[in-house]
């Protein structure tokens, strides 16, 4: 893990416009989670469709896993704080998703796969993000990629935080993964009590900050475990400076926005109801999905 030394300067940061907690809900057969981004917050927190969180030490709550579902339409980003997961999809991808981890896929046209837990006790903990397809890019051919906790760039910063870059840049370290459309930043914080980070954002791009530890604040707003800030889109401001009196780890999690009409049903998400239409019609006969 590499220590930096260059610290992006922000001027003026974002403020928090709201804070979320989320709702607990059921996935797959019967995963409990919370789920933090909503479809109501689509459009206001675009290219970003969906956050869930999960973590539970009591088997019961995740051991049947995500079997075999369709998706069309967008990528599915998940990172894996602790637990083991496989997967396995119709493009004939498979992959073992471990500590630290990261599963990046992009389900294009069409994918089916499966999520199943690989352990029968101890903790399982991490989260799902929905990163939104350009029009022009839903119906590409489906793509995945694991990413092993040592596959993802680091840097600890002079205050001592700890930085994992899963998707962007940030401090001159570029991350596992980039988008030219929507330009995803996806960072895992972790801040010893009495620190503070800087980022730099493009003033144009949604981002939002959730807390899985501690607590930490942003321009004086204080921002709890298990809360979600969205920052607020101000053209004067040109980062977020995130600070923390406790030890805390967090996400960072900006984008550019696609501007494009947002049609979601279940597992599609399209642009035109037609579109969803097409993919359940795909999925019924037996269409939809990359066969290996």
């Known amino acids: ?87 396995r999809d119709s493009a004939g991808h498979e992959g073992l998703l471990e500590n630290g981890g990261v599963q990046w896929m992009t389900a294009g046209k069409g994918v089916i796969h499966s999520e199943i837990p690989q352990q029968e006790e101890g903790v399982m903990e991490g989260f799902q993000l929905w990163l939104n397809l350009p029009k022009r890019d839903k119906m590409n051919t489906p793509w995945y990629r694991d990413f092993k906790a040592d596959e993802l760039p ?68 204080a921002v709890p475990a298990q809360r979600m800030a969205i920052l607020a889109n101000a053209a004067q401001a040109d980062g977020v400076v995130i600070e923390a009196s406790v030890d805390a780890r967090v996400l960072l999690v900006s984008g550019q926005p696609l501007k494009e009409p947002i049609v979601q049903y279940g597992p599609f998400v399209m642009n035109s109801q037609d579109e969803i239409y097409q993919a359940l019609s795909d999925f019924r006969d037996g269409r939809l999905g990359e066969i290996a």
């Not at 922000?10 to 709702?23: C, I, K, P, S, Y």
């Not at 570029?174 to 493009?202: C, E, I, K, M």
């Open 1 to 87: 893990m590499n220590t930096t030394t260059n610290k992006p300067s922000v001027e003026v940061t974002r403020t928090v416009e709201r804070l979320v907690a989320g709702q607990a809900t059921s996935d797959g057969a019967g995963v409990k989670l919370n789920r933090v981004l909503t479809q109501n917050l689509q459009h206001r927190l675009d290219p970003f469709l969906m956050l869930d969180a999960f973590g539970s030490d009591q088997a019961d709550d995740y051991i049947a896993g995500f079997p075999d579902h369709p998706h069309r339409g967008f990528e599915t980003i998940t990172y894996m704080i602790a637990g083991r997961m496989l997967h």
């Open 154 to 221: 680091k840097f600890t910063t002079a205050e001592g935080v700890v930085v994992t870059v899963i998707a962007g840049a940030s401090h001159g370290v570029h991350g596992a993964v980039t988008r030219d459309a929507t330009q995803p930043n996806y960072l895992d914080l972790h801040l010893p009590g009495g620190s503070h980070f800087a980022q730099q954002l493009p003033a144009g791009h949604n981002a939002f900050v959730y807390v899985y530890r501690g607590e930490v604040s942003i321009a004086g707003k």
